[in-house]
């Protein structure tokens, strides 16, 4: 898994934070060991699993969000379980620590989708982020207009089409539209985006709030006409959506011949109410026609009726020619209305008058937050504030299921494999375009993206089940997967440190002190300040695989190099080094230094040379934390309002050499860099 940059406070969240292991979701959260769990699965059907150690603490806050999902998952028919890891029983989602840090989806014994637990925020994610895994072959995910008109002609004459806008993936009204889709989806073809400029497109004026949209696809037989469009105006809720929809099966016009007061539609039972246009004999055609206009203005708002006053049993005032009835066993309205437009607004004035409240006491929270479009997910909110950049998407190559395979073995290539309805992944497109535009004219690597929202099946033949993944592919070679931060400048050194063999093979003394100095790469040393050079006599056969597979591992994250020539000696004994070695050349401080590698093997070799590479005492940054979280030792921060002070910084680098501090993780953050630092330091420092 990638870790994130974008998503500020969350991680921070994971540093200040001392978790403790929950033990009160008793409720409905079944805790399992992985034994047990798999043998529960069953063919066909869908479940969510969340592994974490019996022995190491969970965040209370996932798990309690994860028990609230138990039950409305239960009502779709997938189950829910927390897994134990346990020591006796052996199962690739436990023991790394990566891992506890996702949750699994299956169907069957199949693994559908892998979830990083900071994307199920609540218990609103999680169901959206499920159903919307279930549902992916059954909704269609649209970025262009075009998309979504090729996918309206195709339904024209044969079904109709439910098109939602959400602003960001896993939100509560992502959720509304998935039950909807669960629920109608063999009834409608449910379309869903994220992009704002997608709905400006299609005419809609407040952009700001999510939007549901019945295309009325079905009856058009003529591929040249629009489907006619009914906007849903009440906020989406999985209540309203269900409402509309039914509304939208409900007749556009219904004739009755009888008291309007013993009427009774399927509006009615909706919360909707009805209105009867008076019709005549003499006028009958020019009645229906009006009626029929009204009734297209209001769908989804009231039923619209058709009353024939000739055939009516009771009497109706003689100048009446509307009857409005706002609801079951309420008097009716009779009304002289003799405009269309005052039809409406007497209607829509009569209607929502709760929601209309509710909406007022929002904006009493104040009118920048619909101005500034603030959200809480900080990665939706990137994807917001930059959804007006026009990316120079042509700087990178767009693969399909046909351009795929032919594409990755034609040439060295970098593959974004991304979602376009993800967050992460569109904040994180606009960093990968970034890095395109830094490589032009200067890179052989070619650089290629592929949406899985449409080729579903491509990504699952690659092995990727999150989403952003980016790999590498080189001839001869197995993809490497990128696991840096999501971000253009760490992208960038793993593309530039991958241009050379993992392990280098050095073949002179002369080469390898060249290596050691930075002179044989020097236009690398600025994205490795660390150069690893393994030395070995060339009976050590072992110890050179263990080597060698720990430099492939760490391809693209530093500079590494192998030397086992009968001559090794000389550079052993330079560097006052036993063999086998490592010799680590620091280039900033211009000084080599060497460590045994003795009985090592090739993950303790990989765990040696990633701790190399940290500083003895670091600034905390959102881009390195996940990095000195991973040492499993507590963080002993120091507070600075700027940049850290000389006498302190030299005051904790002492402490550190006389190994007073070996147990902790000392660390300084500076507070004018950090959103919350910022209105805490003038008042706390």
């Not at 200067?442 to 999150?466: F, G, H, P, Y």
């Amino acid at each position: 898994m990638m870790s994130s940059s974008f998503n500020i406070f969350r991680v921070g969240i994971s540093f200040v934070m001392v978790c403790i292991f929950y033990k009160s979701l008793v409720d409905s959260l079944p805790a399992l060991s992985p034994q047990k769990y798999f043998s529960t699965l069953k063919s066909g059907k869908a479940s969510l699993a969340y592994f974490c150690q019996a022995d190491s603490p969970s965040t209370s806050i996932f798990l309690e969000e994860l028990n609230k999902a138990v039950k409305p998952l239960q009502d779709y028919g997938i189950s829910v379980a927390k897994v134990n890891c346990v020591k006796e029983e052996a199962s690739r989602y436990c023991g790394k620590e990566k891992d506890l840090m996702k949750a699994y989806l299956f169907r069957g014994n199949i693994l559908l989708r892998e979830f990083p637990t900071d994307t199920l925020f609540d218990v609103n994610a999680i169901i959206a982020h499920v159903l919307f895994a279930l549902l992916f072959n059954e909704v269609k995910y649209v970025t262009t207009l075009e998309h979504l008109q090729n996918i309206e002609d195709t339904l024209k004459g044969k079904a109709n089409i439910a098109f939602a806008y959400v602003r960001a993936i896993g939100t509560p009204e992502h959720r509304a539209v998935m039950e909807a889709a669960f629920v109608y989806g063999t009834t409608y073809q449910f379309v869903l985006t994220t992009e704002i400029a997608l709905l400006g497109s299609i005419g809609t004026e407040d952009i700001e709030y999510a939007h549901l949209y019945f295309f009325h696809c079905k009856p058009v037989l003529d591929v040249t006409q629009q489907c006619r469009r009914t906007l849903m105006e009440q906020p989406l809720t999985a209540l309203n959506i269900y409402r509309f929809i039914k509304s939208m099966e409900a007749p556009l016009l219904t004739e009755v011949a009888e008291d309007p007061q013993q009427v009774s539609t399927v509006h009615l039972q909706l919360g909707l109410p009805l209105v009867f246009i008076v019709s005549q004999q003499a006028t009958y055609e020019a009645d229906r026609r009006t009626a029929e206009w009204i009734g297209w203005r209001l769908l989804g708002k009231a039923g619209v009726l058709l009353l024939l006053r000739d055939s009516l049993e009771v009497e109706i005032p003689q100048q009446a020619n509307v009857v409005f009835k706002r609801e079951e066993g309420m008097p009716v309205e009779y009304l002289v209305l003799h405009d269309i437009d005052l039809v409406i607004s007497h209607v829509e004035n009569n209607m929502y008058t709760e929601e209309v409240r509710e909406d007022e006491d929002d904006d009493i929270e104040g009118p920048d937050m619909d101005t500034l479009g603030i959200q809480d997910d900080e990665v939706a909110e990137t994807v917001y504030r930059d959804r007006k950049r026009q990316l120079p998407l042509e700087l990178t190559v767009e693969l399909t299921e046909e351009t795929f395979n032919a594409t990755v073995t034609a040439s060295d290539s970098i593959v974004l494999f991304y979602a376009g309805w993800q967050a992460v992944s569109m904040a994180f497109l606009q960093s990968y375009i970034d890095l395109a535009i830094k490589l032009k004219g200067t890179s052989t690597m070619l650089l290629a993206r592929i949406n899985c929202a449409d080729w579903s099946d491509v990504c699952t033949k690659q092995n990727v089940t999150e989403f952003p993944v980016v790999k590498m592919y080189k001839e001869g070679e197995k993809p490497v997967s990128y696991a840096g931060m999501l971000g253009t400048e760490d992208l960038l050194k793993f593309i530039q440190l991958s241009r050379i063999s993992c392990p280098v093979n050095i073949t002179s003394v002369q080469e390898a002190e060249e290596y050691l100095s930075g002179e044989l790469y020097k236009d690398l040393v600025s994205y490795s300040s660390v150069s690893v050079l393994g030395l070995f006599s060339p009976t050590m056969t072992t110890a050179k695989e263990d080597f060698t597979e720990a430099g492939k591992y760490l391809k693209g994250c530093v500079i590494t190099g192998i030397y086992s020539e009968e001559d090794v000696s000389i550079l052993s004994n330079k560097y006052t080094a036993t063999l086998p070695a490592l010799l680590l050349a620091r280039h900033k401080e211009d000084k080599v230094e060497s460590l045994p590698l003795a009985n090592t093997h090739a993950q303790d070799i990989v765990q040696i040379i990633t701790n190399s590479l940290l500083e003895t005492f670091p600034e905390i940054t959102v881009e390195n934390l996940p990095t000195y979280l991973r040492l499993q030792k507590p963080l002993l921060i120091l507070f600075s309002d700027g940049s850290i002070n000389t006498q302190y910084k030299k005051a904790m680098l002492t402490l550190i050499k006389e190994k007073h501090l070996d147990s902790l993780t000392p660390c300084w953050l500076n507070l004018n860099f950090t959103c919350s630092g910022m209105e805490t330091s003038s008042s706390r420092l």
